[in-house]
């Protein structure tokens, strides 16, 4: 049976300019280089300068990937842009990435699931390719979270970073088997329950100021260790996959140990995941896209990947694809 498949067809990223290494951070709250890199496995973040926005940033990712991929914005139907920081209360940073690249047509909208963001963007464009709706979709994942990070909380300041990602996805005909190349298939959960653990309050409906990044570290670490594993055998069985198909698995990147605990669950050697974290720290949305974009050139036509993640929420969710 032929079916439609979403393929990736190239890949972008922009950081900040500026990148902040963890000595500085010892110099502002009480922490140390050795504390961080041993708990989290980051060295280094990336910190949005005056002249820089998620908007700026997700444009930039989203003209090489479009440059990468040989496409034109005029090529383009739709524009998904994950974020959970976006410049403006409205309009959504899909559209300005739409007006920046010069779209007169086609349909933009954000997605806001913090974290898993940048899964659950895919996975709707994916919807949107299956079904006919777009031939060709733009998602992003961007984020300034250094906006919203408590810079006295010694215990999150030192995790985020900022940066966007972006990959173009384009529908081709395929066999409706598990080697076709593209998107296989996804899972999303949340867990409202879990809003305590992480959150910023603040929103533009509610009477508060705007809020920063409160986390219960522990019990976050401790529901990803859980989840991360158990979402990635779902998406492997139900495209009929084994652990040992996979090449790669493109984790979420919030913690080394994290990313090791699950590699570790599904027996797989950390040769095949790839790892941002000590570069990017946590960029949220922005973390897949950016992993994916650093790592392409070691990817094969063909390869198979999961793409994981846990966020605020909870959300969470596991794409597998073929790359
Ligand atoms: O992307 C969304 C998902 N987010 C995540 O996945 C983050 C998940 N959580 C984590 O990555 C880790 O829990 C952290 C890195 C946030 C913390 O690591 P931990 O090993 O869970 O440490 P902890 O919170 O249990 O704290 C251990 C100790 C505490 O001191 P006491 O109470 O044992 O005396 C903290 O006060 O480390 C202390 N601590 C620090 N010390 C130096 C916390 N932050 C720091 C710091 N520098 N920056």
């Known amino acids: 049976m032929s079916i439609l498949r979403a393929r990736i067809l190239g890949t972008g990223s922009a950081l900040p300019e500026k990148s902040v290494a963890n ?20 060295r280094s973040r990336h910190i949005a300068g005056e002249g820089e926005s998620t908007a700026g940033l997700a444009l930039a990712a989203a003209t090489q990937a479009l440059k990468e991929s040989g496409i034109g914005a005029a090529q383009v139907d739709a524009v998904i842009a994950a974020t959970t920081t976006p410049d403006e209360i409205f309009p959504s940073v899909a559209t300005r990435i739409q007006a920046g690249l010069g779209m007169t047509r086609g349909f933009a909208f954000d997605v806001q699931a913090v974290c898993s963001g940048f ?4 996975t709707v464009a994916d919807q ?19 906006r919203i990070v408590d810079w006295t909380d010694r215990s999150t300041c030192i995790l985020f ?17 598990s080697s076709d190349r593209g998107i296989l298939g996804s899972r999303l959960y949340s867990d409202g329950r879990m809003h ?5 309050a603040g929103g533009p409906g509610s009477a508060g100021p705007k809020g920063a990044i409160k986390m219960q570290g522990r019990e976050v670490f401790r ?4 989840e991360m594993a158990k979402v990635v055998d779902e998406v492997l069985t139900a495209g009929g996959f084994s652990r040992a198909d996979l090449d790669w698995l493109v984790p979420h ?7 090791e605990a699950t590699a570790q669950k599904l027996g797989l050697s950390m040769d095949k995941v790839v790892l941002t974290v000590d570069h990017h720290g946590n960029t949220s949305a922005a973390s897949i896209p950016l992993a994916l974009h650093e790592a392409r050139a070691r990817f094969r036509p063909g390869d198979l990947m999961v793409l994981e993640a846990l966020g605020g929420g909870f959300t969470w969710g596991g794409v597998a694809l073929r790359w």
């Open 128 to 146: 949107f390719i299956r079904n006919g709706t777009a031939r060709t979709v733009l998602v992003t994942g961007a984020e300034t979270l250094s």
């Open 253 to 259: 990147q919030a913690n080394r140990r994290i990313i």
């Open 223 to 226: 529901h990803a260790v859980d």
């Open 23 to 42: 000595a500085e951070l010892a110099s502002r709250v009480d922490t140390s280089d050795e504390w961080i890199t041993q708990r989290t496995g980051i």
């Open 161 to 177: 970073g900022d940066g966007a990602g972006a990959v173009v996805l384009r529908a081709f005909e395929d066999e409706g088997s």
């Open 119 to 122: 899964l659950y963007a895919l």
């Open 196 to 200: 305590d653990l992480l959150y910023a």
